[in-house]
């Protein structure tokens, strides 16, 4: 039972545009929700992170929107620049479970030079 | 930064072989250390959150007999892998966190057993 789904295995996008990665989950009692980057033979790296109580959060050229209502949240990277090709993980918690994460499969992400 | 070590990257070893895995935050005081594993294009599942000085919590369909955690400290935990077989060949990461912090990932280790 994939309580958070990423549908898209990959994206590829030109330098300079926008990347949009998508995210869905199912449990409703997730309140916090992250991005995680990772590179080939690394672990997995803290982007971003979101609480149920905002709809937005924005660091440098990332942005996560949130939408509670559809249980859809997103990672907007812009410009989107050949460093940004990794694989990107969505993750959710419930606060207060110990800040269990729950990952979904993840999206790997090519920026075209 | 906040920096995960888990050491060793990579083990090849023999059916029947206990497999130790080490985890440490190198510049701060976790006060939990988690432990995933990953299948070749599925997503990190969660196999046990561990605690300083309690028992880790495990995750439903994960063996405790099989997979012990030891968190001795606030900065190091260690998963060993008992009697490894070849179906426990994956891919183990860690991670810790501070309170009020997101969790911080080791670089995994990859573990082969023939």
């Known amino acids: 039972d994939q309580q958070v789904k990423q549908n898209s295995p990959s994206l590829s996008v030109q330098e300079g545009r926008i990347s949009i990665l998508n995210c869905d989950y199912t449990?409703?009692?997730?309140?916090?929700f992250l991005w995680y980057k990772k590179y080939p033979a690394e672990g997995p790296t803290f982007l971003i992170s979101?609480?149920?109580?905002?709809d937005k959060n924005e660091d440098g050229r990332f942005t996560v929107f949130l939408n509670k209502s559809a249980k859809h949240l997103s990672l907007h990277i812009v410009p989107s620049q050949p460093g940004d090709s990794a694989v990107y993980f969505c993750a959710a918690s419930v606060t207060g479970a110990n800040s269990k994460l729950t990952f979904g499969k993840g999206i790997t992400l090519s920026v075209r030079p | 930064g906040a920096v995960v070590s888990q050491h060793p990257s990579w083990v090849i070893c023999k059916s029947g072989t206990s497999v130790k895995i080490e985890c440490r935050s190198l510049d701060f005081q976790a006060t939990t250390m988690f432990w995933y594993r990953q299948f070749p294009k599925k997503s990190l599942m969660l196999m046990a959150t561990s605690n300083e000085g309690s028992k880790a919590t495990y995750e439903q369909g994960v063996e405790k007999d099989k997979f012990l955690i030891n968190h001795a400290s606030l900065t190091l935990s260690t998963l060993t892998v008992t009697s490894a077989h070849p179906e426990d060949s994956s891919f183990y990461i860690c991670?810790?966190?501070?309170?009020?912090?997101?969790?911080?990932f080791g670089d995994g280790t990859r573990l082969s057993i023939l």
């Open positions: 449990n409703s009692m997730f309140d916090y």
């Open positions: 991670s810790a966190r501070r309170k009020g912090q997101p969790q911080h």
């Open positions: 979101i609480s149920s109580i905002k």
